[in-house]
């Protein structure tokens, strides 16, 4: 198996996998999903009851939402990741012998302190939206929420009202919450071509000005650049049965004058990362997941075997 980043734009990648098969790319789909890791807030601790401000106002812990909704909305939000500087909790070695409510080191926990007050008796009448860009990481910078994801918004604060809590992050996989999935919107399709079979009848596609001409091809017919393919494959919907022009386009058997044909052991992945780390990343971890896998795999077969 080979792969070729064709086109990488912000979170969103395409890749290009070619001497391959249909189950190994899934396979890597599947991984994705499941298998590579990432940090997200799996625990959180919420500070209750009454605080006083310097002017004398008191301020409650309650608000719109209850404790468990904005705990799974601070689940969602994409925790950065580096996955070289931090350890599974349950192969960390500060935690071994502890119980598990006591676990937690730098080594395999992110803490978050956020502390937000609703609007002060003044502007009793307005709200106050408590976001993801009010979570302060207590420790290295580059951990703190990433600038695109600040605008995720928690709950909302009235006049009295306030919001602390300590939200813990750690490392987990996809199969144990969606929370721990690094991405979505996964899909893979075979590689096409657009191949003339009728380089007269192809003129009715061209004179339609959808730019698509002649010089697309090459001299053997063929056009094989995705961005192109792409585009004689939304042009071809102008000329298909129902327009009116298939008459013209295809010949006596009904064959088009240019058709999209597959390419047998390419296919094109496609993915966008949660923001939690780069997508490429994403992908070479997978490969990486796969690896030691079926590597495992030949171990336990040559012991068995042996």
């Known amino acids: 198996m080979k792969a070729e980043i064709i086109d990488e734009k912000g979170r969103h990648i395409k890749i290009h996998i070619t001497e391959t098969d249909a189950a190994q790319v899934n396979a890597i789909r599947r991984t994705i999903l499941s298998d590579v890791p990432k940090m997200a807030i799996s625990k959180v601790r919420f500070e209750l009851g009454q605080i006083q401000d310097q002017k004398g106002e008191y301020f409650e812990s309650v608000n719109a939402l209850p404790d468990e909704v904005i705990a799974h909305r601070l689940a969602m939000i994409p925790i950065p990741t580096f996955l070289d500087e931090f350890v599974f909790p349950d192969e960390d070695p500060a935690n071994q012998g502890l119980p598990e409510d006591q676990w937690g080191s730098p080594a395999s926990q992110i803490i978050y302190h956020c502390s937000v007050r609703g609007p002060s008796l003044e502007n009793?009448?307005?709200s106050k939206t408590v976001y993801a860009s009010d979570l302060n990481v207590l420790g290295e910078t580059k951990l703190q929420i990433a600038e695109?994801?600040?605008q995720i918004p928690l709950t909302t604060l009235?006049?009295?009202q306030y919001l602390e809590f300590y939200a813990y992050?750690?490392?987990?996989?996809?199969?144990?919450h969606a929370k721990y999935a690094p991405a979505s919107a996964i899909a893979f399709h075979q590689r096409e071509k657009a191949v003339i079979k009728n380089k007269t009848r192809a003129k009715v596609l061209y004179n339609l000005d959808l730019g698509v001409s002649a010089s697309d091809f090459n001299k053997d017919g063929v056009v094989d650049d995705f961005e192109k393919v792409e585009k004689i494959r939304k042009a071809l919907a102008q000329v298909g049965q129902g327009t009116g022009r298939d008459g013209d386009f295809n010949d006596a058997k009904g064959v088009p004058a240019i058709v999209i044909e597959k390419v047998a052991g390419e296919y094109i992945f496609t993915f966008e990362s949660d923001g939690s780390f780069p997508p490429a990343e994403i992908f070479n971890q997978a490969c990486t997941v796969l690896s030691e896998r079926?590597?495992?795999?030949?171990?336990?077969?040559?012991?068995?075997?042996?």
Do not use: C, P, Y
């Open 124 to 126: 009793k009448g307005e």
């Open 148 to 150: 695109e994801h600040h």
């Open 158 to 160: 009235m006049h009295g």
């Open 169 to 176: 992050a750690t490392l987990g996989r996809g199969k144990e």
């Open 294 to 306: 079926f590597d495992g795999i030949g171990e336990e077969l040559a012991t068995v075997l042996a």
